[in-house]
């Protein structure tokens, strides 16, 4: 089940609102509904940590492994990072589509891949032109 599932779906559960919904995790009703309807995903991990708490139920059941990689890259590397590790995550599941691996492999390799993605994007950082760089570098 992807993130805006989840959130519909505990959001009707508990008979909450949209609005409500959105209020709570300070995005507007228009964004919230966003996740619900058209698979985006919450840019600041914040966002993650106020509907988790909304909803009674722990960061990590939002987020699945592939979800936080996502987010993580988007966060660490902006729209360009998110779509890197978007089109990372679909190249994979693509890779794994009716294959042999246990689902435990299939993590691992996943896990892997994440690892070697952030070490890479790390390692190329000294390539990246000065004003693509951020101020904190």
């Given at each position: 089940?992807?993130?805006?599932?989840?959130?519909?779906?505990?959001?009707?559960?508990?008979?909450?609102?949209?609005?409500?919904?959105?209020?709570?995790?300070?995005?507007?009703?228009?964004?919230?509904?966003?996740?619900?309807?058209?698979?985006?995903?919450?840019?600041?991990?914040?966002?993650?940590?106020?509907?988790?708490?909304?909803?009674?139920?722990?960061?990590?059941?939002?987020?699945?492994?592939?979800?936080?990689?996502?987010?993580?890259?988007?966060?660490?590397?902006?729209?360009?990072?998110?779509?890197?590790?978007?089109?990372?995550?679909?190249?994979?599941?693509?890779?794994?589509?009716?294959?042999?691996l246990s689902d435990n492999d299939k993590d691992a390799v996943m896990i892997a891949?994440?690892?070697?993605?952030?070490?890479?994007?790390?390692?190329?950082?000294?390539?990246?032109?000065?004003?693509?760089?951020?101020?904190?570098?």
């Amino acid at each position: 089940m992807k993130f805006g599932e989840k959130v519909k779906h505990l959001r009707l559960q508990q008979g909450r609102t949209q609005q409500e919904c959105a209020s709570a995790a300070g995005v507007s009703r228009r964004m919230y509904i966003s996740y619900e309807t058209e698979g985006r995903y919450p840019r600041n991990r914040e966002v993650y940590f106020k509907l988790a708490e909304l909803f009674g139920v722990e960061t990590n059941y939002l987020l699945t492994e592939d979800e936080e990689f996502v987010a993580q890259a988007s966060e660490e590397y902006g729209t360009r990072g998110r779509k890197q590790a978007e089109a990372l995550v679909a190249e994979l599941s693509g890779l794994f589509a009716g294959g042999e691996l246990s689902d435990n492999d299939k993590d691992a390799v996943m896990i892997a891949l994440q690892k070697a993605y952030f070490d890479c994007k790390a390692d190329n950082r000294k390539y990246t032109p000065k004003k693509y760089k951020k101020d904190n570098e």
